[in-house]
Structure formats: structure tokens, C-alpha cells
């Protein structure tokens, strides 16, 4: 039986995957007048914000000192928040509202999995904060695809793996969720999420009947 689910942020929840990445192109630009090419963008998706500028770097061969890439990190996360200064409930995805009142009607519990140290803001911001009954913190601990995450909402409420479902978008953060040894629903390309144990293109499309019985099964 499910108890909890975890759900991801950043494209999965709003579209913040990509402003991230668009804050990263722009710091790139700037400083190295380079252009991150589009295949990179997997790359930064649900890892820390100096884990995402670390494979930036490491990608087009760029050596910095530590405190230029604090320097850099802390532009990044500047940008970021302009653009995501206007946000507001109209930024959720579609769907979004439908699954949490759908799930608390189910009694299953909700909590945040972000690896953003933006993300108890933005859930505030886009008026969906009510609905978590507990947000992880990611400041102390390790990087998707490590499981800690996952394993901290997990814990907080005294579960096991089995009764507990991840939602992401990012191959390191479906990574984390199956080091977890939970269900793993992926939001986005099957072809890119192969490891999930689910996938749906986004939110709207996951269908509610399938979820009931993936809910109400029991797994050893
Ligand atoms: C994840 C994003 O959700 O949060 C990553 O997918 C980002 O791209 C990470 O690096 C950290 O976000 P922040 O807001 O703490 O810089
Ligand atoms: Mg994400």
C-alpha cells in the first residue's frame, strides 16, 4: 500500500527546469562568451546548483578557482530569481492541483523532493505550499542522483521503500528514487527516463484509474 509521494519541482511541478538552465546559459555567456549547447541541459537537471555549474565545466574543458565558481553560482541563482520573480499559480503545470486533491482524497501523504534551495518559495509563490505535509530540506544533504533526498521524506514519515512512490523528470533524479528502492514515476521523455518504472509525458496525462490500483497493490 502507497503511502507518500514524492514530487520533484523543476519540470515536473512548473516549467523551472527551464529557467534554470536559461540563468546558466546566460552566466556562461557572460563570463566565458560561450554558448551551452541544448544537450547539456539533462545535464543540470535535479542536481545541486554547484553540482550543475561543475558539469558545465566540465563539459567544455573551463577550469575556475572555488571562488570564482561561487562567484559564478551565486549570479546564476540572481538571474534565476528574475525570472522567476513574476511567477505565480498560473505557472503550474496543468494537472497539477487535480493530482494533490486527488491524492489527499486517497489519504496519501505529499511531500516536496526538490534539490532547489528555491523550492519552499516558489510552492508558496504558486499558492501550493497547503498541500505538502513535509518539504525536504536538500541544504545538508547529498546531490540526486544519491537517494538522500528521497530517503528524508521517507523517514520523516517512518515508511518504507515500498510504500512510497517518486515523481521526477530528470535521469538523475529518477536514478535517486530507484536507489531508493521506491515505485518511480517519470514526467517527460521515455526514451530519456528508460529507468523509470512509469512514465508520462507530464502531469495531466498520468491516468487516475492506473493510479488507484498502483496505490492499493502491494509490493514486497
Ligand atoms: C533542481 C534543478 O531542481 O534544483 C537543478 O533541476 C538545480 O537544475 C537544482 O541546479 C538546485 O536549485 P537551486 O535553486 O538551489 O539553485
Ligand atoms: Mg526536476
Not at 6 to 13: A, K, T
Not at 57 to 71: A, H, M, P, R
Not at 120 to 132: A, E, G, T
Request: glycine share 4%; aromatic share 10%.
Amino acid at each position: 500500500m502507497i503511502k507518500l509521494f514524492i514530487f520533484d519541482l523543476d519540470g515536473v511541478l512548473a516549467s523551472t527546469s527551464e529557467e534554470h538552465f536559461t540563468a546558466w546559459k546566460e552566466v556562461i555567456k557572460d563570463k566565458f562568451n560561450l554558448d551551452v549547447e541544448d544537450f547539456v541541459e539533462e545535464k543540470t537537471k535535479g542536481v545541486s546548483r554547484i553540482e550543475s555549474l561543475n558539469r558545465i565545466l566540465e563539459t567544455y574543458d573551463l577550469e575556475v578557482s572555488k571562488s570564482v565558481k561561487e562567484d559564478l553560482a551565486n549570479i546564476k541563482n540572481e538571474k534565476y530569481k528574475e525570472l522567476i520573480s513574476a511567477f505565480n499559480e498560473n505557472n503550474l503545470f496543468e494537472g497539477v492541483k487535480e493530482l494533490f486533491e486527488f491524492l489527499k482524497k486517497e489519504n496519501i501523504l505529499i511531500a516536496l523532493g526538490s534539490a532547489s534551495k528555491n523550492g519552499p518559495s516558489l510552492i508558496d509563490r504558486m499558492k501550493i505550499k497547503k498541500y505538502f505535509d513535509f518539504v525536504v530540506d536538500p541544504g545538508p544533504l547529498k546531490s540526486k542522483p544519491h537517494p538522500d533526498i528521497f530517503n528524508e521524506a521517507m523517514n520523516h514519515f517512518n515508511l518504507k521503500p515500498n510504500e512510497c512512490i517518486g515523481i521526477e523528470d530528470a535521469i538523475s533524479g529518477v536514478k535517486a528514487i530507484k536507489k531508493a528502492k521506491m515505485i518511480a514515476i517519470g514526467i517527460g521523455n521515455k526514451d530519456v527516463l528508460k529507468q523509470a518504472d512509469y512514465i508520462y509525458e507530464s502531469i495531466s496525462k498520468i491516468d487516475y484509474s492506473f493510479l488507484e490500483t498502483l496505490i492499493k497493490d502491494n509490493y514486497e
